[in-house]
C-alpha cells in the first residue's frame, strides 16, 4: 500500500492511504490487518477520506514497512472472512441524524408558516393516534404524555413548539436505537467464530482444506492444539481438553475423551482430535447463541424495563 504521512508524534501516527476510494469493506480488512500487528495498540480508519491513525509502540520505521506491504488480496487471504467492524451501522445512524437535524432547520428557515403547520400537523398523527390507543387502554404511560404535549400544542397553534417536541423526541429514538443496536452487534461479533475453513479427511485418508460452507453432517474434520472447533460433532480420535467458557462459562478445561459430543465455539487447549460433524455450519449450538444475541434487540433488560415503569408511573 502506498500512503503519505500526515503527521507524525511519539507514539502516533496519522496516515493518508493513496486511492481514489475506500470502501468500508476495504476499510474493515485493514484496520483488521493492522491490529493483528503486536506493535499496534490502536487503529482507526476514515475510509471517506482515505485517512489512517495508529498508535502503537516501537520502531516507526518498521511500522511503515509493515504498511507499506499491505494489500486488500493479502488481507483476504490471511484475515479471517465475514470481518466487520460496524462501520455500516455507525454510518447508517450518523447520516440519519444528520438528516433528521437539517431538515429540521431547513423547514424552520426555508418554509413558509402554513406549509410548516401542515406538515407538522401530519406528521404529529402516529403520535396522536398511538396516545389515543393507550389511553383507551386505560394506561397513562409517557407516549401519552407526548401525545398529549404535541396535540396541545397544535390545538393551541403552537406550531413550533409541537415540532420542537416530535423532533426532539425522534432524536431520542435514533440514539436509544443506535446504541441498542450497535451493542448487540458488538455482542454478537465478539463471539463470532470466524472460521471459514477447515481441514477435512478425505475418502483417501488425506486432508484437505476446504471451505466449511461445503461442510455436510457426517464429514471427519481434524482440530489441532489451539484452534476452535468450527462445527457441532462427535469426537472419534484423540483425547483432548477443551476450554468451553464460551458456552458454559467453566473457568476450567473439560477432558474429552472417544465418543464424546463436542461443540462449536469450544477450543482445543490440548492434544489433537478428529471431529465427526453432526451439525453444519449455521445449525449449531453456537450459531443458535448469536443469533439470540441479535435477536435480543426486541427485548428489553431490567433495568430498561424498571426504567420505562417509573417514567410511566411519574405521567400522572
Known sequence: MKFTILHESAGRVRL????????MQQADALEGWLLA??????????????GITVRFTGDREELYRKIASFSYERAADELPAGIHSGRATNREYKEKLVFQ???????????????????NTV??????????????QGRLTVDVL?????????LTGDHVTAGSVRFLLSIGETLEEWTHKKSVEDLARSMSLQVDRVWIIGADGTQVLVPIGQIVAGDRIVIN?????????????????????????????????????????????EGNCVVRVTGVAGENRYD???RMIEESERLKSGAESRAYNLADRLVP
Not at 16 to 23: D, E, L, P
Not at 38 to 43: L, M, R, S, T, Y
Not at 123 to 136: D, H, N, Y
Not at 146 to 153: E, K, L, M, Q
Open 16 to 23: 493518508r492511504a493513496v486511492q481514489r476510494s475506500m470502501t
Open 37 to 50: 500487528i503486536p506493535a499496534v495498540q490502536q487503529v482507526k480508519i476514515h475510509e471517506r477520506i482515505c
Open 101 to 119: 437535524i437539517l431538515r429540521h432547520y431547513a423547514k424552520r428557515w426555508f418554509l413558509p408558516m402554513s406549509v410548516r403547520c401542515a406538515i
Open 123 to 136: 406528521c404529529a398523527v402516529p403520535r396522536i393516534v398511538r396516545a389515543g390507543k393507550t389511553l383507551a
Open 146 to 154: 407526548d401525545g398529549v404535549a404535541i396535540g396541545t400544542s397544535l
Open 225 to 269: 492444539t489451539g484452534h476452535v472447533i468450527p462445527l457441532d460433532g462427535i469426537l472419534e480420535q484423540g483425547d483432548v481438553m477443551l476450554n468451553q467458557a464460551s458456552l458454559t462459562g467453566e473457568s476450567v478445561p473439560v477432558e474429552k475423551h472417544e465418543g464424546a459430543a463436542v461443540y462449536a465455539g469450544s477450543v482445543v487447549e
Open 288 to 290: 443458535r447463541i448469536v
